[in-house]
């Protein structure tokens, strides 16, 4: 099972897939979705649409590819994997990772 937990309410391990945050000392992750607008729904939704073209855009060899193949492993070895993020409860780009770990979304050829 892969889930999906918003940063501020989620204290337990898995893998941030948000943009740099000084705040929190957060690093930017490979996956952080390189858009950005206002936050509502209607924008994160148009956000994510425009992440997964982004992602299926991106080689096999690019390092949000990689990113998704170390998630792979994990994922396989544990049988369970916690991607957090910040939109919770609206779209998040977590669903887009989420889909290209299971294999639902590939890289471009």
Known sequence: MIKIKKYSDYNGPGEYIGRYNYYNKLKASPLKNPYT???NHKSNLRLVVKFKKYLESLPEDSIQW?????????YKVKRE????????PLPC???????????????SE
């Open 37 to 39: 607008g206002p936050v």
């Open 81 to 88: 994997l916690v991607l957090i993020c910040w939109c919770d």
């Open 93 to 107: 780009h977590g669903e887009i990772i989420k889909s290209a770990i299971l294999g639902e979304i590939h890289p």
């Open 66 to 74: 990689k990113e998704i193949r170390r998630l792979q492993q994990i």
